[in-house]
C-alpha cells in the first residue's frame, strides 16, 4: 500500500504542483484548503507525511502543527513559509516541525525532504515490530536510547521525542565528545545540506534540551561549542 502525504495548502495552484510531483513518487496525495478541516483529517487519520503550509485561511498552520504534535508526536511534519517570514520558520519548528521549506521552491527539493521524512517514518514503523536488544542501545549512566524500538529512557522515564529528535540524540550519543557544525548535523542527521537552513539544527536542539536537561538555558549533554557547532558530553549523564 503506497504512503499517504496531506498538503495543506489554499493555494491550489501550489497544492496541484505538489500533489502530482508526489504521486510521480508512487504516494497517495491529499489536499485540504483550511486549517480546521486538515487538523480534524490530520488527527483522525493515518498520513505518512504532513506538508503544512503557514499562512491559512481560519486556523493557522502553526496552530495545526502544535496541536496535531500535542496528540500524534511522532507525525512526521514538513512546514511551507514564505521567504520573508523568518519568525515563522522559527516558531513552527520549535513547535514540533520536522523540518521546513521557503517558497518559492524546487520540486526536485521538496521530493529529496520528502523521501528523507519517509525514511524515518519506515524506520520507526519497523521498529515497532521488532524486540529491543543490547547490541542495538546506547547506555551512558541515567540516558538509554533503543535504535530499534527508537525509545529513549532519561532517570527511569520515557521521553517524548519527535523522529528528527530522536534521531539527531542518537547520531550525537554515537559520536561522544566530537563536536559538529550545524552544517554537518544537517548533513548526516537530515540528508541535506542548503544554506540558510541552520535555524532547523538550532530550533530541534532548543526542543531536545528542553526535554533532556535539567536546565535547558544552561545545557550540560547538548553543550554548544562557540564558533564551531555542537557536541554530546556523556559523562554529565552520570
Known sequence: MADSVLIVEDDCDIAELIKVNLEDMALQAYHCEDGESALEKALNENFAIIILDVMLPGLSGLDVCR?????????????????SSEADRVVGLEL???DYMTKPF??????ARVRTQLRRVHLLNDARVKEPSEQNRICFGRLMIDDISRTVSWNDRFLELTSTEFDLLFYFAAHPNQVFSRSQLLDKVWGYQHNGYEHTVNSHINRLR????????????????????????????E
Do not use: H
Request: glycine share 6%; net charge neutral.
Open 67 to 83: 496541536k496535531i504534535r500535542e496528540q500524534k508526536p511522532e507525525q512526521a511534519i514538513l512546514m511551507l513559509t514564505s521567504r
Open 96 to 98: 514540533g516541525a520536522d
Open 106 to 111: 524546487s520540486i526536485r527539493e521538496l521530493q
Open 210 to 237: 528542553s526535554k533532556l536537561e535539567t536546565d535547558a538555558a544552561n545545557p550540560l549533554i547538548v553543550q554548544t561549542v562557540w564558533g564551531v557547532g555542537y557536541k554530546f558530553d556523556p559523562k554529565e549523564c
